[in-house]
């Protein structure tokens, strides 16, 4: 008797919705050129260019909240680490 494992996806189905846009002819040829140089649609490039986008703002945010809480890095908060190869025991 053989016994089949039945696997889960791991992709989540996210419900899509329509965003219509009108733009300018050239900004519009401009996205197509882009995506092809990168084997995409221009849907593909446009909704991947948004959410690295937002990728980036979040990051950035978070880093502003790490400096707030710990200082900025050239406010002399953190020492900075020093290894035992820079340092002089006097051992030979």
Known sequence: MTHRTRTRS??????????????????????????????????DYVVRTLIREDFDERFQAAVDETEKFYGSPGAGAARPLVSPADTDTGIR
């Open 10 to 43: 791991t992709l989540v189905c996210m419900g899509t919705s329509v965003l219509s846009l009108r733009m300018d002819r050239d900004l519009l040829e401009r996205l197509r050129r882009r995506a092809a140089e990168r084997g995409m649609s221009v849907q």
